[in-house]
């Protein structure tokens, strides 16, 4: 039997095997079919056909949200599920019991499609099974994106989450607010990502370290396909616009939203104090593109960000002093409360879920708000207490900006380091705080943060395959087989036959 990530709930091997004809009759399975024929297509050059006597996908309304039944028999393979993304799931397990070629370019040999005998229970153990990519603070090109759509659909992951704007870049263009892609998209120089920067907080080091100008956007055109291309594999894109910090590039490009003027998005990392100004000007403009964005992302919850937003700029800045004098906030943090108050309503007002990250519980956020924790695992239990959903996000299991392995042949990544083997660790922190509370655990994502990653060999070297063990245990709930390197080795092949540039030396 061939090693399956993530591991079903249960499969019995019946004995015999399936060969696939050609052409290939397939039944139903809308999306999940067509997904289907265009892999075994590509690899293979297999062409599909309408009838039976090959792949029938039925529907049974009393399996489970995401859920699916597997049964390859010598006469065929028989796929039932509730919904559209349980045949999709069925797919991609399907897929993993043909020879790892079906996931390259092909050709590959027509006589090897070839599947075991199987029937096959399965059904997530999370329905957030996420990955996030930060897109701001170095533009990654939108043909990568599309690999890593295949290559979260061949995980069962369900969410990718696009942190599209960030003080050193804004990646999405908003109607009304054209200089955010004028002059928010780029900036000079390009941060030294594969030597470190003399000092990567200072940034006039940084700005002379080459002098190029840096930047890039997605147009929406580029968006909307991006967003039904994820839909048809299973995934929701989930955008985030970080709010009221992170903002140098709105900044950039409309001044009068600031506190103090920016010339051009920031040219170095860390923490930036030149935030939003606490004014009503601003709040309104932070809702005006969200309205857009959620034109842009249908029926997608939608990010708003929230974390580290360093308030002094806020008591500084008339405008802003005003503003907390007349809603009565003494302190930034009230301050910032107020914020997350107007914008997280808006949201929910346009009936979205609305997702924030941990910062947000010290001042509080509406009810209905979704609270993303990155930092301590205390959080996650601390937002379920005080009603919220979570999604965690922890640094400890799932910052993949940290490097894999403590080899000097390592290239550059902001922090220390996080071995496959620690990743394994993610589905005891979520056992032993879901439950906690009023709030449900909705389930975890891992994060790329970009400061360090410039392109897609280095983004693909970072996330996996510590990417298959975040999988592997939202699906199933433990870490099973995705441990080490040796446990995977079949699996790893398929990233392989996809010409990923997964790290051989994780440990
Ligand atoms: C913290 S996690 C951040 C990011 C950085 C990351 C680097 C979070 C909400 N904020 O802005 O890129 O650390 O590891």
């Given at each position: 039997?061939?090693?399956?990530?993530?591991?079903?709930?249960?499969?019995?091997?019946?004995?015999?095997?399936?060969?696939?004809?050609?052409?290939?009759?397939?039944?139903?399975?809308?999306?999940?079919?067509?997904?289907?024929?265009?892999?075994?297509g590509?690899?293979?050059?297999?062409?599909?056909?309408?009838?039976?006597?090959?792949?029938?996908?039925?529907?049974?309304?009393?399996?489970g949200?995401?859920?699916?039944?597997?049964?390859?028999?010598?006469?065929?393979?028989?796929i039932?599920?509730?919904?559209?993304?349980?045949a999709?799931?069925?797919?991609?397990t399907?897929?993993?019991?043909?020879?790892?070629?079906?996931?390259?370019?092909?050709?590959?040999?027509?006589?090897?499609?070839?599947?075991?005998?199987?029937?096959?229970?399965?059904?997530?153990?999370?329905?957030?099974?996420g990955?996030?990519?930060?897109?701001?603070?170095?533009?990654?090109?939108?043909?990568?994106?599309?690999?890593?759509?295949?290559?979260?659909?061949?995980?069962?992951?369900?969410?990718?989450?696009?942190?599209?704007?960030?003080?050193?870049?804004?990646?999405?263009?908003?109607?009304?607010?054209?200089?955010?892609?004028?002059?928010?998209?780029?900036?000079?120089?390009?941060?030294?990502?594969?030597?470190?920067?003399?000092?990567?907080?200072?940034?006039?080091?940084v700005?002379?370290?080459?002098g190029?100008?840096?930047?890039?956007?997605?147009?929406?055109?580029?968006?909307t396909?991006?967003?039904?291309?994820?839909?048809?594999?299973?995934?929701?894109v989930?955008?985030?616009?970080?709010?009221?910090?992170?903002?140098?590039?709105?900044?950039?490009?409309?001044?009068?939203?600031g506190?103090?003027?920016?010339?051009?998005?920031?040219?170095?990392?860390?923490?930036?104090?030149?935030?939003?100004a606490?004014?009503?000007?601003?709040?309104?403009?932070?809702?005006?593109?969200?309205?857009?964005?959620?034109?842009?992302?249908p029926?997608?919850?939608?990010?708003?960000?929230?974390?580290?937003?360093?308030?002094?700029?806020?008591?500084?800045?008339?405008?802003?002093?005003?503003?907390?004098e007349?809603?009565?906030?003494?302190?930034?943090?009230?301050?910032?409360?107020?914020?997350?108050?107007?914008?997280?309503?808006?949201?929910?007002d346009?009936?979205?879920?609305?997702?924030?990250?941990?910062?947000?519980?010290?001042?509080?956020?509406?009810?209905g708000?979704?609270?993303?924790?990155?930092?301590?695992?205390?959080?996650?239990?601390?937002?379920?207490?005080?009603?919220h959903?979570?999604?965690?996000?922890?640094?400890?299991?799932t910052?993949?900006?940290?490097?894999?392995?403590?080899?000097e042949?390592?290239?550059?990544?902001?922090?220390?380091?996080l071995?496959?083997?620690?990743?394994?660790g993610?589905?005891?922190?979520?056992?032993?705080?879901?439950?906690?509370?009023?709030?449900?655990?909705?389930?975890?994502?891992?994060?790329?943060?970009?400061?360090?990653v410039?392109?897609?060999?280095?983004?693909?070297?970072?996330?996996?395959?510590?990417?298959?063990?975040?999988?592997?245990?939202?699906?199933?709930?433990?870490?099973?087989?995705?441990?080490?390197?040796?446990?995977?080795?079949?699996?790893?092949?398929?990233?392989t036959?996809?010409?990923?540039?997964?790290?051989?030396?994780?440990?």
């Amino acid at each position: 039997m061939r090693t399956l990530i993530p591991e079903p709930t249960t499969v019995r091997e019946m004995g015999g095997e399936f060969a696939l004809p050609s052409p290939l009759p397939i039944a139903g399975g809308g999306n999940a079919a067509a997904y289907l024929a265009e892999r075994l297509g590509r690899a293979a050059g297999v062409r599909v056909s309408e009838g039976s006597g090959g792949i029938e996908f039925a529907h049974d309304p009393s399996l489970g949200e995401e859920a699916y039944r597997m049964r390859v028999s010598t006469e065929g393979i028989r796929i039932e599920s509730a919904d559209e993304r349980g045949a999709g799931w069925a797919v991609q397990t399907l897929l993993q019991l043909l020879p790892p070629a079906i996931y390259s370019a092909g050709p590959m040999e027509p006589t090897s499609l070839v599947v075991p005998c199987v029937e096959i229970e399965d059904a997530p153990r999370y329905h957030w099974r996420g990955s996030h990519i930060d897109v701001a603070r170095n533009f990654l090109p939108l043909e990568g994106l599309y690999r890593h759509l295949e290559m979260m659909a061949m995980h069962k992951l369900n969410v990718v989450h696009l942190h599209l704007t960030d003080d050193q870049g804004w990646r999405i263009p908003i109607e009304g607010f054209p200089k955010l892609i004028e002059k928010g998209s780029t900036r000079p120089g390009t941060l030294a990502g594969h030597q470190p920067p003399p000092d990567e907080n200072d940034c006039d080091d940084v700005a002379e370290h080459d002098g190029i100008e840096c930047g890039g956007y997605y147009t929406r055109e580029e968006i909307t396909a991006l967003v039904e291309r994820a839909g048809m594999l299973g995934i929701q894109v989930v955008p985030e616009i970080d709010m009221p910090g992170h903002m140098e590039s709105v900044v950039a490009a409309y001044p009068e939203l600031g506190c103090v003027p920016i010339e051009h998005p920031r040219t170095c990392w860390g923490i930036s104090e030149h935030v939003l100004a606490l004014t009503d000007e601003a709040v309104e403009f932070c809702r005006a593109v969200l309205t857009d964005v959620a034109t842009l992302f249908p029926g997608s919850p939608i990010h708003v960000g929230g974390d580290e937003c360093p308030g002094k700029e806020w008591v500084e800045h008339e405008a802003s002093r005003a503003t907390m004098e007349r809603i009565g906030a003494t302190t930034p943090a009230e301050a910032q409360a107020w914020f997350e108050n107007e914008i997280c309503t808006h949201v929910l007002d346009m009936d979205r879920r609305v997702i924030a990250w941990d910062e947000v519980l010290e001042g509080g956020v509406p009810q209905g708000t979704t609270v993303m924790v990155w930092r301590k695992s205390e959080a996650v239990e601390e937002a379920l207490r005080a009603g919220h959903d979570a999604i965690a996000a922890p640094t400890e299991f799932t910052y993949f900006d940290y490097r894999q392995h403590a080899g000097e042949d390592h290239p550059l990544t902001i922090g220390g380091n996080l071995p496959l083997s620690k990743v394994a660790g993610l589905s005891d922190l979520l056992d032993a705080v879901g439950g906690e509370g009023e709030g449900a655990l909705l389930g975890a994502q891992f994060q790329l943060w970009s400061e360090y990653v410039h392109d897609w060999a280095k983004a693909e070297y970072l996330l996996w395959p510590r990417g298959c063990s975040v999988a592997q245990q939202l699906w199933s709930g433990s870490a099973g087989n995705a441990r080490e390197l040796a446990t995977m080795e079949e699996h790893l092949s398929r990233l392989t036959a996809r010409g990923l540039n997964w790290c051989r030396t994780a440990e």
